[in-house]
């Protein structure tokens, strides 16, 4: 039996790198073993397909990864991420970073640094300007008192 290689390669490589399965799904639908597709795939230099965001979607819906993508464009914590979803921050971490291969906290720090750049009033301090040697004026509700004014003095 001749076997058409090219026809082989593109079927392969369509369904792990556009429809996401796996060795043994592949190996069903053409009727051969699971070594055999691996085997293949291994010939034509084809990664495993990445079964995450399939699993993911079947398990939190088909439009849980849009959802999730939403929630980071807009800004929101992992943990809301998380109270979203129904499951811990910590996973949301975890999410975050099989989904955009890199930390959240580092994605945090460039839209904060992104922020600043764009906008010119924030992050501004918001006491008064201190000349040097001049001591610094701290806002309060109560004034700062010593000693006996405070009642601190024995009688």
């Given amino acids: ?3 058409d ?16 399965f796996t060795d043994a799904q592949i190996a069903r ?6 070594s055999t597709v691996s085997h ?7 990664k495993p397909a990445d079964k995450f965001k399939r699993k993911f979607q079947e398990k939190y819906g088909p439009d849980a990864l849009e959802s999730f993508d939403s929630l980071i464009r807009h800004g929101a914590t992992l943990q809301e991420i998380g109270h979203y979803f129904g ?5 949301a ?4 970073n099989k989904l955009y291969q890199g930390a959240y ?7 904060a640094q992104a922020m600043m750049r764009t906008s010119p009033t924030t992050n501004r301090a918001s006491t008064p300007a201190v000349g040097r040697g001049q001591p610094r004026q701290h806002r309060s509700s109560r ?11 024995r009688p």
């Fill in 105 to 111: 906290s580092a994605h945090q720090r460039q839209r």
């Fill in 93 to 96: 971490r975890q999410v975050y």
């Fill in 5 to 20: 290689k090219a026809y082989i390669e593109q079927f392969i490589r369509t369904k792990i790198e556009l429809e996401r």
């Fill in 143 to 153: 004034p700062h008192m010593k000693g006996t004014e405070a009642g601190l003095a």
């Fill in 1 to 3: 039996m001749k076997i």
């Fill in 40 to 46: 293949w795939r291994n010939t034509f230099h084809i």
């Fill in 87 to 91: 499951f811990s921050r910590e996973y």
């Fill in 29 to 34: 639908l053409l009727n051969v073993g699971t």
